[in-house]
């Protein structure tokens, strides 16, 4: 993770395999620097002067007030509902993620590929969409509306129906990042522990568990960020109540609403350094691992398998 | 049954398996099916009315428009980045590397209020061009802007690790043939990442037509000026006509549902197209 100085003075140095290779092989010098400027102004201007503006607005009326809209009794409630929906769908993903990816690294069955292509689905899905499928079903007009207003249970605009909302749009980074990683591992050394002597539960503690670890965790990590980020979905769900239905993103778009733009950028400032960490905690699983590349950061399709031939 | 037997030592098939589609039914396939049969419970005739009225078609117009338009900027600009970082060395390589999935990271709603405030016309950037007369938050170009802002990772990590990846000697052959660096580019090396290039134009147009969140706050919503289909959609539920947003909820699936098939066939090009491409 060494950074290089920048080389301008010695085009021969730039690096071993380019030493003996021809000039044409590479782009003359006033080329290369002008891509690099491009591509650094396009990043500055769209990723960093954002960044800079949420923490400079968040601070505009001094760290007094900074403080003081973190610790009002609205932003804590909003963080505790966060936590509380991040808390649970992430580790019921987590369950999923470990089932399905089981289920499909270890054993042969037809329509795999299918099954593949039904949990990527929600990526594709507008987030608006992804809240009012559960409106269809839970809300007052809903299929099950009138059954649950009888009981005086309520899911929308409640916290179920957050809960739930969340559930659906992280419901593929977890399985997503295990998939791909325990179909290249294969099934030699849990069919090993088995032969060996040891049962189900060992073999998945003991072998399976340790080669998907890094994986799991890059999974969670990438889950937890959407669960606790997610706006749209949760925002038809939610009914928006202050202090009982409101998590932090909602927050910031009500205290934005309200006109106190300060309040709304020191709230969201929170969000901010939780992708920072994020984008850090990701960096050093990758750093530490090879092949993990955010496959959920990333929704490109999981690769599908050939049919595979009986043996 | 012969494929029973073939399931060996490994325990936990059924288990599994069975966990995996009771999930996948009761928070994925049920709540969507549950679209389309409740939007079977209007008419045609209610059901056209909807789709097809004039806020709605200007909506789409507005959707598609702005979310070609801002994957189309995203190809060049992406694949200028993936290019940079893939090929060149340069002081802050790696923090680049990492922040380029900050749109990812960062949830819509941060992006929303940062974007609308930095290009409102007394924000940083939007003060700066608001004497020129261009005005950007409130306006179809803030859509575009956001809408941009949430694509530019789709690119660069779809390119990024074919770029990596490419075979050096295709490159050398072209070379040695006397081709100079601008064919060679031309000719040899951007045909060979013109599908993953594709793939990460499609993601990016896929993403920006559902996406909301930082699109709600630098739109000013007005129908058929700024208003794309998921604000039209939030509309129609603030409203309760759950009747009408589900309509349109139909449409927007059955779009996403065709480009997660062209982007399906067009990774399944790519893989068979780059040989060096691990399949």
Known sequence: ?311 | MLRSQQRGVLPGFRLTLGYTLLYLSLIVIIPLAATFVKSSELSWAQFSQTVFSPPALAAYRLSFGASFLAAAVNAIFGFIVAWVLVRYDFFGKQFVDALVDLPFALPTAVAGITLATLYAPNGWLGGWLAPFGIKVSYTQLGIFIALTFIGLPFIVRTVQPVLADLDSELEEAAASLGANRWQAFWRVIFPMLSPALLTGFSLAFARALGEYGSVVFISSNIPMKTQIVPLLIMGELDGFHLARATALAVVMLVISFLLLLAINLLQWWSNRYNATNPA
């Open chain 1, 1 to 311: 993770m060494v950074e290089q100085p920048l080389q301008r003075n010695q085009p021969g140095m730039i690096d071993d395999a380019k030493i003996n290779a021809p000039r044409r092989m590479s782009e003359p010098p006033f080329v290369r620097r002008l891509l690099i400027a491009v591509a650094l102004g396009f990043i500055a201007l769209f990723l960093v002067v954002p960044l800079v503006s949420v923490f400079a607005e968040a601070l505009r009326q001094g760290l007094g007030f900074y403080f003081q809209t973190l610790r009002d009794p609205m932003t804590v409630s909003a963080i505790e509902l966060t936590l509380i929906a991040a808390g649970i769908s992430v580790p019921l993903n987590c369950l999923f993620g470990v089932a399905a990816a089981w289920t499909i690294a270890k054993f042969d069955f037809p329509g795999k590929n299918i099954l593949l292509t039904l949990i990527d689905l929600p990526f594709s899905i507008s987030p608006v969409i992804s809240g009012m499928i559960y409106v269809l079903i839970f809300g007052a007009q809903g299929w099950f509306g009138p059954w649950l207003i009888e009981h005086n249970i309520r899911i929308i605009f409640a916290v179920p129906g957050i809960v739930l909302a969340t559930m659906f749009v992280t419901f593929p980074f977890v399985a997503r990042e295990l998939i791909p990683l325990m179909q290249a591992q294969g099934r030699t050394e849990e069919e090993a522990a088995r032969v060996l002597g040891a049962n189900g539960w060992q073999t998945f503690w003991r072998v399976t568990l340790p080669n998907i670890k890094w994986g799991l965790l890059y999974g969670v990590i990438l889950c937890n960020a959407r669960a606790m980020g997610e706006f749209g979905a949760v925002s038809v769900v939610s009914g928006r109540i202050q202090g009982q239905t409101n998590t932090i993103p909602l927050h910031v778009q009500i205290l934005y609403e309200n006109n106190n733009i300060p309040g709304a950028f020191a709230v969201a400032s929170l969000l901010t350094l939780l992708a920072l960490v994020t984008l850090a905690l990701k960096t050093w699983v990758e750093y530490n691992t090879t092949g993990l590349r955010g496959t959920a950061f990333t929704p490109l399709p999981l690769k599908k398998e050939p049919n595979r031939k009986l043996a």
